[in-house]
């Protein structure tokens, strides 16, 4: 049953950012949505070692299971990575109300689809991001819709 109501939240959230949005630049179409699960914390990225600055194991694990989600879950016929200028439309569903920069999350989820989804993130010229409600489940994801513009 959660899981249900989940689905047609995920579904009821973006369609109310578009309505929200549209008054904005007009989305061009849609190529495809994801779903990943919460990332790793910004502040948890990056480890000093021995003087060196390193991507924590942490963000090393994530970014290894992100990369084989969006590996597999990529549309057949589509052109991977996308080439031209594009746009991300994202709904953040937190795992509890800890208090959290939107920011930090775009970062994260822009570099998981350099070269997988998208050449490089300086292709994106339009983000959007949304605050959901606490993932019931307590897990965290997020979801993301990448278009063409």
């Known amino acids: 049953m ?5 689905k047609r939240s995920i579904k009821s959230g973006i369609q ?3 309505l929200s ?3 904005s630049r007009p989305i061009q179409g849609e190529v495809q949505s994801f779903v990943l699960p919460w990332p790793a914390s910004v502040n948890a990225l990056y480890r000093s070692v021995g003087g060196k600055v390193r991507v924590s194991a942490e963000a090393r694990a994530w970014k290894a299971q992100a990369a084989a989600l969006l590996s597999c879950l990529r549309c057949v016929g ?3 990575p996308l080439a031209g200028r594009l746009g991300i439309m994202i709904e953040a569903w937190p795992p509890n109300k800890r208090a959290r920069d939107l920011d930090n999350l775009i970062k994260v989820i822009l570099d998981a689809g350099n ?3 998208w050449h490089d993130d300086a ?3 339009d983000i959007r991001i949304v605050r959901m409600d606490v993932d019931p ?4 994801f997020v979801r993301f819709i990448v278009f063409t513009l």
């Open 2 to 6: 959660a899981t249900l109501m989940v």
């Open 16 to 18: 109310d950012i578009a």
């Open 21 to 23: 949005l549209s008054n």
């Open 78 to 80: 589509v052109s991977w």
């Open 115 to 117: 070269g997988l989804l």
């Open 123 to 125: 292709q994106i010229d």
């Open 137 to 140: 489940d307590g897990i965290g």
